[in-house]
């Protein structure tokens, strides 16, 4: 069985025809059904992954392969555009913790019930995390976070509910964990829905981490919104200047305040003013607000680590108390 070969102007080549003929017209041509998961992205425009690289493959070789003639499935035409430069969707990712917030917020003023596609705020919620940069615009195919598609999601909370009579539909993980914090906890997790909806077009929700000594953490990258806008905060070198002087100003260490780690004590000059900063109240309580010294705890490195190292993130005393049953 042949495998694709084409260059990347063939390919652009394959678009142009694609564009004269119409999707429909074009598949027909040569052989292909409507892709449902990978497409090519360019000019704006969703092209049929597979069908795009076989009839490039033709403009080539003077003879186009057809579905049946490929050796690789999508992922393998996926890879092999990509190699090439052009952008190309993937399946409809798996629905963040944050899509998922939004989404039981939403069910949850209307007594958990499944809302269908047509719904105002079905509508209103798909149009919102569209603009969610969760998810890189290249591999948002043309689906992506679409009304049907939020309203399944609903479906997929509702039938969770313990008061659901239903068969649970298909849905991740996330569902019932995020389900779970909105019972216990109905109104710290609506607030943390407004807090998403709020950060959003802030830049530190969305700005790349800075390479600072202030908690690099891999979580960071796994986070949502939230989380990542708390980081940036915490990598800001004027309120880590400012913290430390108002301790040394008080008469006291620059240590941490769970373990008590002296970084100057135990390095030397090296160590000297050495620490990192941490906000104790996280913002989707705090909200949007002016940061005060006495909202910023000093720890050490591991300390600042255990933290973050999976949400819901610890308070300072909580981990003092992990600390001290240990």
Request: hydrophobic letters at 35%; a neutral charge.
């Amino acid at each position: 069985m042949p495998q694709p070969d084409a260059t990347a102007d063939d390919v652009l080549a394959a678009i142009s025809e694609f564009d004269l003929l119409g999707r429909d017209e074009f598949l027909k041509k040569y052989g292909f059904g409507r892709a449902r998961d990978y497409f090519v992205r360019h000019g704006g425009r969703f092209y049929d992954s597979k069908a795009i690289l076989g009839v490039a493959h033709g403009y080539r070789h003077g003879e186009p392969l057809r579905s049946d003639d490929f050796s690789g499935g999508d992922e393998a035409v996926a890879k092999q555009l990509r190699g090439m430069g052009f952008a190309v969707s993937d399946p409809n990712p798996d629905w963040t913790e944050d899509e998922i917030v939004l989404a039981c917020d939403l069910i949850s003023r209307h007594e958990w019930r499944y809302l269908d596609e047509n719904h105002p705020e079905v509508e209103e919620l798909s149009h919102f995390l569209q603009r969610l940069s969760e998810h890189p615009e290249e591999r948002r195919g043309p689906k992506f976070r679409n009304s049907s598609g939020v309203a399944r999601k609903t479906a997929d909370i509702a039938t969770r509910h313990p008061d659901s009579t239903g068969k649970p539909t298909r849905g991740n993980k996330l569902d019932k964990i995020v389900l779970d914090r909105f019972l216990a906890d109905p109104a710290g997790m609506a607030a943390r829905a407004r807090a998403i909806r709020a950060a959003i077009d802030e830049p530190a929700a969305t700005a790349p981490l800075p390479d600072l000594d202030l908690a690099p953490d891999a979580s960071a990258d796994e986070g949502g919104i939230l989380e990542r806008k708390a980081l940036v905060r915490e990598r800001d070198p004027k309120l880590r200047r400012d913290k430390i002087s108002s301790v040394l100003r008080s008469g006291g260490t620059v240590a941490c305040e769970v373990c008590e780690f002296d970084f100057q004590r135990t390095y030397g000059e090296r160590g000297r003013l050495y620490i990192e900063v941490h906000h104790r109240t996280p913002l989707h309580v705090s909200g949007k607000v002016r940061t005060r010294l006495t909202d910023l705890a000093l720890l050490c490195s591991n300390c600042h680590r255990m933290i973050h190292r999976r949400r819901p993130w610890l308070t300072v005393e909580e981990l003092q108390g992990h600390l001290q049953g240990s």
